[in-house]
Each structure stands twice: as C-alpha cells, then as structure tokens.
C-alpha cells in the first residue's frame, strides 16, 4: 500500500489532454466550437448566483471565444467538456486547475448547462475527473469551494466522495445577501478506497 502522505509520483503530465469515458458521460477536451453548447449556462442568471460569479462582471462572448480556444495550450490545468453519451451533446464544463506542484493538489469545479441536472452527469463527471487526477496525475489532494444556497451540488459532491473540511463565513456577496462557502476535498488514500463510491467503501 503506498505511503500518501510521501511523494509518490513524478509532476503530472498536465500538457495531455486525454479523452475519459464514464457510464453517463465522457470529457475531452474543451474548445472554442463548444461555445454556443456552453453559453446557456454562461449566460444563465440561476447559474451566475450558484457559483458566485457577478453578472455585471460577465466577458463578452468574443473573449469568451478567445479563452476557450487558448484551453489546450494550458500547462498545469485541465478544462474538459462534458458530454453526454446517450445524446452526444455538449452539456458542460469540468476543470482542474489551480495546481500547487509543492503539495500535489489542485483546486476542481464543474459546471452544467441548465436542463440537464437531476439525470446523474453531474456526479458521473465529478468521478470521471476527480479519478483521473489521482489515478492517472499522481495528486494528493482535490478540492473545491461550495456555496452555502447550492445544497444540490454539495450533495453531488458528496456522492462522489468529497468531504466538508469547514466553513469560510461570508465568504460571497451576492445581491445584497453574505453567503458561507464550504471547503470540501477528496484525498488520495480515501479515492483509492471508495474511488468515488463512498457509500459502498
């Protein structure tokens, strides 16, 4: 059994940007052509609030265009589209970046275009990424930021094996309302156990 708490791998190889195939849906990388499949959830006033982002402060769509088509270019990150098997649809984005080489650890987010939740994408997306950043990039540590009016997505992660590790208190101002976020994260030894199953570990 590996010793986690020990380095245990060379630096992840961030500049391959593979193609992964979960039960529901499969990530490959993002581009720009993905932009018009994306742009209900970019543009969407729900999912602004969900993830904290300030509408006033929204990119326009051409340098929406210029970032998307820059994501295979990126060292130390991972942007992915997620797409649903059944239909081939582009139906949202998964990302790991935020990568601290000197603690083997890297910050994930997710997001989905609005219709699509409540059909299981979510949670087979967040297994799909969250496996390859331990089984195939070699980190210690994944973690994440949850606010405290999305209970929908903390359960999500949840199911995927994310632990709640506190709670950073007003930590969003949002419309006049301060909102606690809580810091979740999924740690090498515990995926190699449940590998984001927890519930049956």
């Known amino acids: 059994m590996p010793d986690h708490r020990q380095r245990r791998a060379p630096a ?57 088509a820059t994501r295979g270019e990126q060292d130390g990150r991972l942007d992915f589209a997620v797409v649903e098997r059944a239909t081939g649809h582009v139906v949202g984005e998964a990302v790991l970046n935020g990568w601290e080489p000197a603690n083997e650890s890297c910050s994930f987010r997710i997001l989905l275009v609005p219709g699509t939740y409540g059909r299981g994408l979510g949670t ?18 994944v973690s994440l930021e949850v606010y405290a009016f999305n209970p929908r997505a903390r359960r999500v992660y949840e199911k995927a ?4 590790e506190g709670v950073l208190r007003d930590a969003l101002l949002y419309a006049g309302e301060r909102v606690d976020a809580t810091v979740m994260s999924v740690l090498a030894p515990e995926w190699s156990r449940h590998h984001g199953h927890p519930e049956t570990a």
């Open 12 to 68: 992840p190889d961030w500049r391959r940007k593979p193609t992964l195939t979960g039960e529901l849906v499969l990530l490959r990388p993002v581009t720009v052509a993905d932009v018009p499949a994306l742009m209900p959830a970019l543009r969407d006033a729900e999912v602004d609030r969900l993830t904290g982002s300030h509408g006033d402060l929204r990119p326009d769509e051409s340098a929406i265009r210029t970032w998307y």
């Open 161 to 164: 094996g994310f632990v709640a």
């Open 124 to 141: 087979d997306a967040v297994r799909l990424i969250v496996g390859h950043a331990f089984d195939t990039l070699g980190l210690h540590r």
